[in-house]
């Protein structure tokens, strides 16, 4: 059942022929959710390496260059929203991970993995 499948698996978008009610197009929905950016603070390591944290995700690498840390962080903060899709019911329904919500629907409204190493802003 479609209410079903809203309610207890993932959200859908759906148009309602009504004047006060929408769906949002592909265009409205990113610029809803642009200020859902990532907070990154990398720190260097005793070893010479780069340590980076998503503050609002709780994500964290370890790499040779500020650069690489980016790069490396871009990569799995769309593997953690792809497996927060895949799992909606678990991820969506956990405290501590509801939030994250907004932050995953916009990383996987990017294009290409450039455009979510534009979202971390150190």
Not at 52 to 74: H, M, R, Y
Request: a negative charge; charged letters at 25%; hydrophobic letters at 40%.
């Amino acid at each position: 059942c479609f209410f079903d499948q809203v309610i207890r698996q993932n959200p859908i978008m759906i148009k309602r022929n009504r004047d006060f009610i929408t769906a949002l197009s592909i265009d409205q929905l990113k610029d809803l959710l642009k200020p859902y950016q990532f907070s990154l603070k990398i720190e260097k390591e005793d070893d010479g390496t780069y340590t980076g944290f998503l503050k609002e995700i709780d994500l964290a690498c370890n790499a040779s260059t500020p650069s690489e840390v980016i790069t490396q962080l871009a990569k799995d903060v769309h593997e953690y929203a792809t497996e927060y899709m895949e799992e909606f019911d678990l991820y969506y329904h956990s405290p501590n991970r509801k939030p994250h919500f907004p932050y995953v629907l916009s990383v996987l409204m990017q294009p290409n993995a450039a455009a979510v190493e534009k979202m971390i802003h150190a």
